[in-house]
C-alpha cells in the first residue's frame, strides 16, 4: 500500500476546508493535485473516503475513521520534528479567535519584564487545538473541552458570554440582550473552534437556523451584513471590533472557562510563569 503523507494533508485540507479547490489553496498546490492526492489515497486503502456531486463534497462513513487517523498521524510527525528541532528563541502562543482579550498586553508586558530574552509571541491558527497539534505554537489558548490526553492545561480564567449583532439590527439598540433575544435569527457558529452551541439555549427554544461559518473573519462578515447573528466570548469583542458589528453582553449566560494547554511530554521552558502570570492578568481584570 503505497501510502504517503501528502495523500493525508490532502484528504484533511479537503475536510477542513470543504473544496478541493480552498483545500489546493491551503496547500499551496493546485486542486487537480489535490484531487489526485485523494484519489491515489482511495486506490491506496482500496475504499472511497469522500462522496464528490456537483454541489458539494462530504465524508463517507469510512472516510471519517480515516480522518481521524490521519490527524492523529500528521500530528505525532510535526511533534516527532518539534521534539528534535532547535529552539528558536521565542514562547509561540496560538489561538483560534482571540488571545487573551483585553489581558494579552497586560500579560506580554509582565512576560517581558520577567524573560526579556524571550519574546512571547501570539499566533493565530483557526484549528481545534489553536496550533498546539501542528507546531505552530508552544502553549494554546483554549476555550473549548481539549480531550486529549496527548496535551495537558491549566485553568487560567473565565470570561463572560457576548451577542454579535449588526448594527441596524435593533437588538443593538440595548446595552443587554438574553439568549432567547437571539433565537428567531439565524446564528452564525463555528463548530470547528468556536464556543457557541445549541445547549446553551436549553433549555429554551433553540435558533431558528444554524449558520456555519470557518473562523472569525467569516462569522464577522456574515454579521455585519445582517445575515445572523452570533455568541463569543468577551475576548473576541475586544480584539476583533469589527465595523457594522456590534457587541452586547449577555445575560444569564455560562462563562467561559479559558485554559492554556501544551504537549504533556514536552512543557516548554517557562510554562509555570506563563500560567501564573495569565492568571494574575485574569485575576487583575485589568487591560
Known amino acids: 500500500m503505497d501510502l504517503q503523507l501528502r495523500h493525508l494533508r490532502a484528504l484533511v485540507a479537503v475536510a477542513d476546508t470543504g473544496t478541493f479547490t480552498d483545500a489546493g ?48 498521524i500528521l500530528d505525532e510527525i510535526t511533534h516527532l520534528r518539534r521534539l528534535t528541532e532547535s529552539r528558536r528563541g521565542e514562547l509561540r502562543i496560538g489561538y483560534a479567535w482571540a488571545a487573551l482579550g483585553k489581558h494579552t498586553r497586560r500579560l506580554q508586558r509582565a512576560w517581558a519584564t520577567g524573560h526579556p530574552g524571550t519574546p512571547l ?12 497539534s501542528d507546531g ?52 452564525a457558529v463555528d463548530a ?14 433553540e435558533p431558528a437556523e444554524i449558520r456555519t461559518t470557518h473562523g472569525v473573519d ?6 455585519a451584513a445582517g445575515q445572523a447573528v452570533g455568541v463569543t466570548s ?14 452586547r453582553t449577555l445575560r444569564q449566560a455560562a462563562r467561559i472557562d479559558v485554559r492554556l494547554a501544551w504537549w504533556r511530554d514536552d512543557p516548554p521552558a517557562g510554562l509555570d510563569d506563563l500560567v501564573r502570570l495569565s492568571r494574575a492578568a485574569y485575576a487583575s481584570g485589568l487591560p
Request: glycine share 6%; with cysteine; charged share 20%.
Open 25 to 72: 489553496a491551503e496547500l499551496g498546490v493546485s486542486q487537480a493535485a489535490v484531487s489526485r492526492a485523494v484519489a491515489a489515497l482511495e486506490e491506496a486503502l482500496g475504499v472511497p473516503v469522500l462522496e464528490r456531486t456537483t454541489r458539494r463534497v462530504a465524508l463517507t462513513a469510512t472516510g471519517t475513521q480515516v480522518l481521524a487517523g490521519a490527524r492523529r
Open 218 to 223: 467569516e462569522w464577522l462578515t456574515l454579521i
Open 136 to 187: 505552530t505554537a508552544d502553549v494554546a489558548v483554549i476555550r473549548r473541552p481539549l480531550d486529549d490526553p496527548r496535551f495537558a492545561t491549566a485553568l487560567i480564567g473565565a470570561e463572560t458570554r457576548c451577542a454579535a449583532v449588526a448594527t441596524d439590527n435593533p437588538l443593538a439598540r440595548r446595552r443587554t440582550l438574553h439568549l432567547r433575544d437571539l433565537a428567531r435569527y439565524p446564528v
Open 234 to 247: 468577551e475576548a473576541t469583542a475586544n480584539q476583533n471590533p469589527r465595523p457594522g458589528v456590534a457587541y
Open 192 to 205: 470547528r473552534t468556536g464556543t457557541t452551541t445549541l445547549d446553551l439555549w436549553h433549555p429554551g427554544p
Open 121 to 132: 509571541v501570539f499566533v493565530h491558527t483557526n484549528t481545534p487545538t489553536a496550533g498546539l
